[in-house]
C-alpha cells in the first residue's frame, strides 16, 4: 500500500483572493487532494507583521472568509484539513524555539525582507522574523512537499536549513521539506500589467489589475475587456505579446484546451474576440464557486464546524512534534 505523501500550503486573510490564486493553487490543490495528505491554513498571525495596518475585526473576518473559499473551491475537508493558523498554539510555541537556532544573518539575506523594509526608518522584529514562523508552521506537520511559487523559493530553502541545523544539534527531529513549484506558464499575470503576477497588494490599488474570485460576472467581463494586448494579432506563443499570452494561459488552465490549440483557433481574429471567451469562462467557473462561498458564509456554525474538526484533527499532529 502507497504512502501519500503530506503537503502544507498558508494563505494570508489580507486582500481579495483573486483569479491567480484560484488557477496557480486553488484548483491544482483540489485536482490532487487525493493523492496526498493537504493540510491548508489560513495564515493569520503572518498578517501581523505590520500592526499597524491590521484591524482585529476585519484579520477575523477575513480569516473566516479565506476558509470559505477554500472549501467554495472544492477543498473537501473530509480529504484535508483546512484550519486557522492561531487556533492552533503550536505554530507559535514551535517558532520560539526555531527563532533560538536560527542565525540572524540568514533572515536579514532573504530578498523579501530587504525588499519590504527598504527606505523604512524602522521595521518591526516580525517582519525580519516571519521565516521562522513559516518554518515552523511546515515542521510542525513532518511536511513532505510545500507547493509555493517562486518568489517563496527561497523562504522554504530557509526552512530546509533550519531543519537541518535543528536536527544536528538535537538529533533527527524534524522532516527537511521539499519544494513544489508551479509549471511553467502556471503563473497569471497582471491584466494591467502583464509584466508582473498578479498581486493581492497591486490589486488594492489599481483595480484593472486583477479579477477577484468574488467579483460579480459584470466587473469580471469589465476588467477582462480592458486587459492589456497590443495592436496587432499575433497569436503565436513564440511571437505574442505578454498580455495574449497571459489570457490564453488562463483560458487553457480553465478549459484544458493547450495554449498553441487556442492560438490556432483565434489566429486571424482581433483581440475582443480572445477576451471575451476568456471573460465567459472565468465567469462560468467562478459562479459555482461564489454560490458555495454565500452558502457557507450564510451558515456560520456550519463553517466553525469544519474548522473545529480540521482543527483537531491537525492539533494532534502538532502536539507530538
Same mark, same amino acid.
Given at each position: ?202 490589486? @488594492? ?9 468574488? #467579483? &460579480? /460576472?459584470?466587473?469580471?467581463?469589465? !476588467? *477582462? ?61 467562478? @459562479? ?9 458564509? #450564510? &451558515? /456560520?456554525?456550519?463553517?466553525?464546524? !469544519? *474548522? ?14
Amino acid at each position: 500500500m502507497s504512502v501519500r505523501h503530506r503537503a502544507f500550503s498558508g494563505v494570508q486573510p489580507t486582500g481579495r483572493l483573486h483569479l491567480g490564486n484560484y488557477l496557480g493553487a486553488l484548483k491544482p490543490w483540489v485536482t490532487h487532494q487525493d493523492a496526498r495528505e493537504n493540510i491548508f491554513c489560513v495564515v493569520d498571525l503572518h498578517a501581523l507583521t505590520v500592526p499597524e495596518a491590521v484591524d482585529p475585526r476585519q484579520l477575523a473576518a477575513g480569516s473566516r472568509q479565506i476558509a470559505a473559499l477554500f472549501l467554495a473551491a472544492g477543498i473537501d475537508p473530509e480529504r484535508s484539513s483546512v484550519f486557522i493558523q492561531s487556533h492552533v498554539r503550536e505554530h507559535s510555541e514551535l517558532a520560539w524555539v526555531l527563532n533560538c537556532v536560527t542565525p540572524l544573518g540568514w533572515l536579514e539575506r532573504m530578498t523579501q525582507f530587504k525588499a519590504k523594509s527598504e527606505g523604512r526608518d524602522s521595521v518591526g522584529t516580525g517582519l525580519l522574523d516571519y521565516p521562522v514562523l513559516q518554518a515552523a508552521d511546515i515542521l510542525l506537520y513532518d511536511t513532505d512537499v510545500v507547493p509555493v511559487g517562486e518568489d517563496q523559493k527561497q523562504h522554504i530553502e530557509l526552512a530546509r536549513d533550519v531543519a537541518l541545523r535543528f536536527n544536528h544539534l538535537f538529533g533527527e527531529v524534524l522532516k527537511p521539506p521539499a519544494i513544489s513549484l508551479p509549471p511553467v506558464g502556471a503563473r497569471v499575470m497582471g491584466l494591467d500589467d502583464p509584466t508582473v503576477k498578479m498581486s493581492k497588494s497591486i490589486g @488594492e490599488s489599481r483595480p484593472n489589475h486583477l479579477v477577484g474570485m468574488l #467579483d &460579480d /460576472p459584470k466587473r469580471i467581463r469589465k !476588467v *477582462l475587456m480592458k486587459a492589456v494586448t497590443d495592436s496587432g494579432c499575433a497569436y503565436a506563443p513564440e511571437v505574442a505579446s505578454p498580455g495574449v499570452v497571459n489570457l490564453m494561459g488562463i483560458l487553457s488552465a480553465l478549459t484544458s484546451e493547450p495554449v498553441d490549440s487556442v492560438a490556432a483557433r483565434f489566429e486571424g481574429r482581433g483581440y475582443g474576440y480572445l477576451k471575451a471567451e476568456v471573460a465567459d469562462a472565468v465567469v462560468a467557473e467562478l @459562479e459555482p464557486v461564489q454560490a458555495r462561498y454565500a452558502r457557507f458564509m #450564510d &451558515d /456560520p456554525a456550519e463553517l466553525d464546524a !469544519v *474548522l473545529k474538526r480540521s482543527t483537531d484533527r491537525v492539533r494532534g499532529i502538532a502536539g507530538a512534534t
